[in-house]
């Protein structure tokens, strides 16, 4: 595990607006995401699939404008290439993008990416002629799929997330293994909670390693695992004065072998850090959540256009009998999950944020931060956070950490002796830091009418309302 300095933590108030609203994991993001808003454009004008669907805008130039004229590098970019310059140099194309002047950018020098904004400017020409390079035989086997989302209520909220070929339906399996065992009358962030959500979560994981991947070629019993039997089976299985070293086993179909343990100190890989996360709220009620995610330093940029190619194989398993496992045309069983909360009343809550494994455990505490203790969206979102680490990282090479346990630097220190008298391993995070994920999150209030906008202090993250 690696551990960024807290260099931004600012908490601000939620912000509040009625028109639209838009946060992601950083400004000039999105000021361009609001510039769309208040040009007419709604909430997926953005995204290239849901905007051919759904959008009311033609490709923007935004992205050109900020690929050309650059931005000032801030202090997570620099952080982050600087840790990752020997992946830059092995590619001569990364290397002169990421790492110019050949050596990593630093905090107030202009970013500059020619070649993006030449390939981008391609792009929106090719759209106002119908033309381009590449033709409709080109790419007549690629779909972009429209698949069923997994929904599961919380008392009156419905959770929505996307399918077992992501990470997305742990959120909603440990949120009902919370609900199951029970919290009520925990306080924030005591022992007693930490240690329950924290075994919650590694029942889910379990059934992520055992189950999860890409449902066209995976038979996943997703239903059985978020059935009532399942829950409550995994719910009795927590032991309020003992951690499970490692995963529970599976009651569904068996377990597969684990790795090894391994500490902390010996991981093997500098995580690639290339996951955003935004929402978007319009005037016409319209809610958009998306993980967008991959990085320039574990694969070659295509020289001359600025593109990196997905490396998303990396979470691919070698063995084929994995239900990851590596296979033709399968799926890689990703980490990005964007998440939308709709309650009874008509209110809606779409959250997410980068950070790997860590994604789903910081956006099942800022839910329950805010549909259980109350909390506004910055509130929830500020506060401090606590992580497992007992399965199989998602990336190569799966370095699984047992009973490993990372909290924020701001709990009571009562809280660490006691968990680790319950056999948890106990490690400690700065007070605030990206490894704990970095949540954006608005709350469109039905009610009141108001959309109640946050942004997560751990990177340079902005929320804008209008």
Not at 30 to 38: G, K, Q, R, V, Y
Not at 323 to 349: E, F, H, N, Q, Y
Request: hydrophobic content about 40%; glycine content about 8%; aromatic content about 8%.
């Amino acid at each position: 595990m690696s551990e960024t300095p807290a260099v931004w933590p600012a908490p601000s108030p939620t912000l509040y607006g009625t028109r639209h609203s838009v946060s992601s994991g950083h400004c000039l993001a999105s000021a361009a995401a609001f510039a769309i808003l208040e040009a007419g454009g709604n909430a997926v004008d953005a995204w290239i699939t849901a905007l051919r669907d759904y959008g009311t805008l033609s490709f923007a130039d935004a992205a050109m404008r900020l690929a050309a004229d650059g931005f000032a590098v801030f202090p997570l970019l620099a952080d982050g290439i600087a840790k990752r310059q020997a992946g830059y140099r092995r590619w001569p194309a990364n290397e002169a993008i990421y790492l110019p002047d050949g050596r990593p950018p630093i905090v107030g020098e202009r970013f500059v990416q020619t070649d993006l904004a030449r390939a981008i400017r391609l792009m929106i020409d090719a759209e106002a002629t119908s033309g381009g390079y590449l033709a409709a035989d080109d790419l007549a086997e690629f779909r972009s799929r429209d698949e069923p989302v997994v929904s599961v209520r919380r008392r009156d909220v419905t959770i929505v997330t996307c399918g077992a070929w992501c990470q997305g339906p742990i959120l909603s399996e440990a949120l009902a293994i919370v609900e199951k065992h029970g919290i009520e009358g925990m306080a924030h962030n005591s022992a007693d909670y930490i240690h329950t959500v924290t075994e919650a979560l590694k029942g889910a994981f379990a059934d992520r390693e055992h189950h999860y991947g890409d449902p066209a070629f995976v038979e996943v019993p997703l239903e059985r695992m978020l059935g009532e039997e399942h829950i409550a089976a995994r719910a009795a299985a927590i032991d309020p004065a003992r951690a499970v070293d490692g995963l529970p086993p599976s009651p569904i179909g068996g377990s597969r072998p684990l790795p090894d343990a391994i500490s902390a100190d010996g991981v093997r890989r500098i995580g690639e850090g290339g996951t955003s996360y935004v929402f978007v709220v319009d005037r016409w009620g319209n809610a958009f959540s998306a993980t967008p995610s991959d990085g320039a330093s574990t694969a070659p940029v295509i020289p001359g256009t600025g593109i990196v190619p997905s490396l998303r194989g990396l979470q691919s398993r070698p063995d084929p009998a994995h239900p990851s496992g590596v296979a033709p045309g399968k799926r890689p069983r990703l980490t990005p999950d964007p998440a939308i909360a709709v309650r009874d009343d008509g209110s809606v809550m779409p959250f997410g944020c980068p950070g790997g494994d860590m994604q789903v455990q910081a956006m099942l505490q800022v839910f329950l931060n805010v549909f259980h203790f109350g909390m506004d969206p910055q509130e929830a979102v500020d506060a401090p956070r606590f992580s497992t680490w007992s399965f199989p990282d998602s990336f190569a090479p799966f370095d699984c950490l047992a009973a490993h346990v990372f909290l924020e630097d701001r709990f009571d220190e009562d809280v660490y002796a006691d968990l680790v008298a319950r056999g948890h391993d106990e490690r400690c995070w700065p007070a605030y830091t990206r490894d704990a994920a970095a949540v954006e999150a608005v709350y469109r209030n039905a009610p009141t009418g108001f959309l109640e906008s946050a942004a997560d202090p751990r990177q340079p993250a902005q929320a804008v309302v209008s």
